[in-house]
């Protein structure tokens, strides 16, 4: 098929109208390359890819990877609580038992629990950070250890837009009794043993040729809020200008730099919408994944990062329901788990269904857009009922 048109090449769903069709309207209205994969419970029933990696270029096909930006959060967040289940950590203790030098200048009373709802209080950047020093890990670490909070701990919802990654991903490693980094922990504990082949956290030589390029139409202004720029500063916006940059590709950003395909993510979130146990294996409790659909503290008023109520949950993922309205892809069903990316990328899990589904693809969306509870305007919400519509055929 030629680039531009809505392909399933080697999709599971080849053939099916409604996500073809659906394919075709993202297309209609600006997406260049689109990727949309779901698991019904253990078996994969959507897996297809639209359009071209960049504008001209080849068709995009299911095994093309794509930067998802915040989604990047779930996939960290689902290894911290891996390490809970097992004991090796506790969402009630303090940063600092695990990460000392964490404790001090104000963040001494900061829990794991504060971390995951983003109530830490230090949604900033270190200050001076370029793409190259945000490829430095020690770094980023040595700035987070000598941030002052912006709120006391545990007092205010403001979204750590960047900066969450590596609080998390340094407590990972602090609680891993291997005390691995958060890239081979994800690669050991959850990639391997799921059969996750491509999603990476930091892209390895051998798959960047298959990387597609971050495409946006619209340059990342200043804005009225002071906060929300530092959290995420011009210097390392996630856009063209930084996530096409290789060292950036193949550094580890554990909050919104993870790379890969719609089935890779759809796959990994399938743990989620299987609460806990997949290929015979059980990972999370039940009763676990069901706790992280409660939201998180003063969770209805609006996040001082954001500007407006981002529903998210004690776990660190976002959640489905009505009221405030959920992210607009996620329906109803406050059971829904999922994080979002800047630009438009998304993947969720729906216990209730056993379904998870991940959309990934290279145009930024602008704002209004993947806010946009219309599917005149917003890409991917009749992408998002049709793979609804297969997994009730198929359930």
């Avoid at 000392?100 to 900061?110: D, N």
């Avoid at 788990?337 to 729906?350: K, R, T, V, Y």
């Amino acid at each position: 098929m030629s680039a531009g048109s809505a392909a399933t090449g080697d999709a599971v769903a080849a053939g099916d109208e409604r996500v073809e069709a659906a394919l075709e309207h993202a297309l209609s209205l600006g997406e260049v390359g689109v990727q949309v994969a779901a698991y019904l419970g253990e078996e994969l029933i959507v897996d297809a890819g639209a359009g071209s990696v960049e504008r001209g270029g080849e068709p995009v096909g299911t095994s093309s990877l794509f930067s998802v930006f915040s989604v990047t959060k779930g996939i960290v967040a689902t290894c911290l609580h891996l390490l809970a289940e097992r004991g090796e950590i506790a969402y009630d203790e303090l940063v600092s038992a695990y990460w000392p030098e964490y404790g001090r200048r104000g963040k001494e009373a900061t829990t794991v629990a504060d971390v995951l709802a983003h109530r830490a209080g230090i949604p900033q950047m270190p200050p001076g950070v370029t793409p190259e020093k945000m490829c430095d890990w020690d770094w980023m670490i040595a700035g987070i250890e000598d941030a002052e909070p912006r709120f006391a701990p545990g007092t205010t919802n403001a979204y750590h837009e960047l900066v969450w990654g590596w609080i998390a991903g340094e407590l990972i490693r602090r609680a891993d009794p291997a005390n691995r980094p958060v890239e081979r922990f994800l690669a050991e504990e959850l990639c391997g043993p799921l059969g996750i082949d491509s999603l990476f956290l930091g892209v390895p030589d051998s798959e960047l040729g298959r990387v597609a390029p971050v495409i946006c139409d619209w340059s990342p202004q200043p804005g009225a809020n002071p906060l929300f720029d530092e959290s995420m500063p011009l210097a390392v916006f996630p856009g063209p200008d930084v996530h096409n940059r290789r060292d950036v590709r193949q550094g580890v950003h554990p909050g919104a730099g993870v790379i890969m395909n719609a089935r890779s993510g759809a796959r990994l979130f399938s743990l989620l919408a299987n609460r806990g146990s997949l290929a015979g294996r059980r990972y999370l409790s039940a009763e676990r994944i069901a706790s992280f659909a409660a939201p998180r503290p003063d969770a209805e008023t609006v996040d001082r990062v954001m500007g407006w109520v981002a529903w998210v949950g004690i776990g660190g993922y976002w959640l489905g329901g009505e009221s405030p309205p959920a992210y607009p892809l996620l329906g109803p069903n406050p059971h829904v788990l999922a994080h979002p990316g800047i630009g438009g990328s998304i993947a969720w899990a729906d216990p209730d269904l056993g379904l998870s589904v991940s959309i990934c693809h290279n145009w930024m969306q602008p704002d209004p857009v993947q806010g946009s509870a219309d599917p005149a305007v917003n890409p991917f919400l009749e992408l998002a009922a049709a793979v609804r519509a297969v997994a009730r055929e198929r359930s």
